[in-house]
């Protein structure tokens, strides 16, 4: 508990999480109040419903990194107030919008979405020393894998017992409200250090933009490729057998697991590499689908796999944070935004695309593999650098253990 207790007695990280969670459940809300309404309200199907999903995921993923510029560049409430106003059209005018009219309407928001996520983690950075990170973004994760489990859920008891329309107007009405209390809470993008350093120049992308970084965003996407298609899969197989009963309690159990595991990479005493825990997410997802004959067996098989999930994409905003310098860190966080939710977008459809041609056993085999082959395509990477640092971390400790030359001043 350690960790926690000196992460969270640094000003201003408690305020700032738990201003995330209660922003980010409108926003974890969305897809599924958008797939009721095209659904029900305007007589669509799943598919078109799909489309819409499909349009806010692509402009979220092109927006992210420029949104985050443009805090780099202005500071972050600018934009607050910018993505605000976009958000409150959009929700306020889409339950009169025909379809043809909610489909580009839905990019345009996507494209001017609220930044929650990255500026969350942008200030992480900026609030919390680079030795504690890991146990403030272990909390960050945490509390993701807790917006995810209560958003969708009111979302459900909205439209079931008031109806889509009004719903889409609560939804927009609590991610307007969220994005107000963060433009009060006004959380530092940057350290004090930093932001007292004065106007740092301009760098050129291919000067962060390394090798290394890009096999951090290739883990960030695999990682929820691997999760959003872990998701359908365990739809899938439940349904196959008769258990859609048990869905809510497998899901749950498959999210507590990934608290625990958050929970635990936080108070660990070492850190672990992304590229590892990508790996070990893949390898533990592929037999999965071995215990899909009975819910029980399912939601027991979930667990080690699911053990990994928050800790995963802990330690990706950890590295981000601190490959990225300063100056460009809204920017490096907006691109591991979109790393996240391509990878999220990819992988629904993908595990859904192998159990129409298969079986729910193969969604799970197939994504799991992805996960392992992205390890295995970004470890060259990682070990070069990890040598290079073991190389540099040797030298300066033979130059400081190397004795210096008396100097003699003439008389």
């Known amino acids: 508990?350690?960790?926690?207790?000196?992460?969270?007695?640094l000003p201003g990280l408690r305020s700032l999480l738990l201003v995330a969670i209660l922003a980010r459940v409108p926003l974890t809300a969305t897809g599924i109040t958008l797939t009721f309404y095209v659904v029900?309200?305007?007589?669509?199907?799943?598919?078109?419903?799909?489309?819409?999903?499909?349009?806010?995921?692509?402009?979220?993923?092109?927006?992210?990194?420029?949104?985050?510029?443009?805090?780099?560049?202005?500071?972050?409430?600018?934009?607050?107030?910018?993505?605000?106003?976009?958000?409150?059209?959009?929700?306020s005018t889409a339950p009169m919008l025909s379809y043809a009219l909610l489909l580009p309407a839905a990019f345009l928001a996507g494209l001017l979405a609220l930044p929650i996520f990255s500026v969350i983690r942008q200030s992480i950075a900026a609030l919390v020393p680079v030795a504690k990170r890991r146990p403030a973004y272990a909390l960050d994760s945490m509390s993701v894998e807790l917006s995810f489990m209560i958003g969708p859920a009111l979302a459900t008891v909205g439209v079931t017992t008031i109806s889509a329309r009004l719903t889409l107007y609560l939804v927009g009405a609590g991610i307007v409200v969220s994005g107000a209390a963060l433009w009060l809470l006004n959380p530092p993008v940057r350290s004090a250090s930093e932001a007292t350093s004065g106007p740092q120049p301009r760098l050129a992308r291919r000067q962060w933009l390394t090798s290394r970084m890009i096999a951090v965003f290739a883990v960030s996407a695999a990682a929820t490729l691997v999760l959003g298609g872990t998701d359908v899969a365990v739809i899938a197989a439940l349904r196959e057998n008769d258990d859609t009963?048990?869905?809510?309690?497998?899901l749950a159990v498959w999210a507590i697991a990934s608290l625990v595991g958050g929970f635990a990479y936080g108070a660990a005493r070492r850190s672990f590499s992304p590229v590892a825990l990508i790996g070990l997410l893949g390898l533990l997802t592929i037999p999965v689908g071995l215990g899909g004959a009975h819910w029980w067996l399912l939601a027991l098989a979930l667990i080690p796999a699911g053990v990994l999930c928050a800790p995963t994409l802990a330690s990706t905003s950890d590295a981000v944070s601190r490959l990225a310098p300063a100056s460009v860190r809204g920017e490096a966080m907006g691109l591991h935004g979109s790393a996240v939710t391509l990878g999220m977008a990819v992988?629904?459809?993908?595990?859904?695309?192998?159990?129409?041609?298969?079986?729910?056993?193969?969604?799970?085999?197939?994504?799991?593999?992805?996960?392992?082959l992205v390890t295995l395509a970004v470890l060259p990477v990682e070990l070069r650098h990890r040598r290079a640092d073991a190389a540099a971390l040797t030298t300066a400790t033979t130059d400081k253990n190397t004795p210096q030359p008396l100097t003699h001043t003439p008389a």
Do not use: C
């Open 1 to 9: 508990m350690k960790p926690y207790r000196e992460a969270l007695a």
């Open 40 to 91: 029900q309200d305007l007589g669509r199907g799943y598919g078109a419903a799909g489309l819409v999903g499909a349009a806010i995921t692509v402009g979220a993923a092109i927006g992210a990194p420029l949104l985050g510029r443009l805090v780099d560049r202005r500071g972050l409430r600018p934009v607050l107030v910018l993505t605000v106003v976009a958000e409150a059209i959009f929700w």
């Open 245 to 250: 009963a048990f869905t809510g309690l497998v």
């Open 347 to 372: 992988g629904a459809p993908l595990s859904g695309a192998v159990i129409d041609a298969s079986n729910p056993l193969w969604g799970f085999a197939v994504i799991g593999a992805i996960g392992t």
